[in-house]
Nanobody, 116 residues
Framework: QVQLVESGGGLVQPGGSLRLSCAAS????????MGWYRQAPGKQRELVAS???????VYADSVKGRFTISRDNTKNTVYLQMNSLKPEDTAVYYC??????????WGQGTQVTVSS
């Protein structure tokens, strides 16, 4: 199973920015499809953004134009740059890795709170 460690969460004011990082174990990180999901209190976990091994990206409509997912295969790391943050972006953010075998792994989550 892929080990995932997220970092970069915290408290930020509306309109501010944060960058989340997710470091993954494994020697074939470049082949994984990576994603960021989030779960707010009382809500289901939802996809925020994903990036394939080839660099194709998908975004939730609610974050398009504000968030950017990227990956650095030399560092086994995926990033989520979050700009123009809104209170409704408040949630626990989880990193996800899907291997070629379609086995899925999750990180422990990092809290993002957008509040004045």
């Amino acid at each position: 199973q892929v080990q995932l460690v997220e970092s970069g969460g915290g408290l930020v004011q509306p309109g501010g920015s944060l960058r989340l990082s997710c470091a993954a174990s494994g020697t074939i990180f470049r082949l994984y499809r990576m994603g960021w999901y989030r779960q707010a209190p009382g809500k289901q976990r939802e996809l925020v953004a994903s990036i394939t091994s080839g660099g194709s990206t998908v975004y939730a409509d609610s974050v398009k134009g504000r968030f950017t997912i990227s990956r650095d295969n030399t560092k086994n790391t995926v990033y989520l740059q979050m700009n123009s943050l809104k209170p409704e972006d408040t949630a626990v953010y989880y990193c996800n890795a899907v291997e070629q075998s379609l086995r899925s792994s999750w990180g422990q989550g990092t809290q993002v709170t957008v509040s004045s």
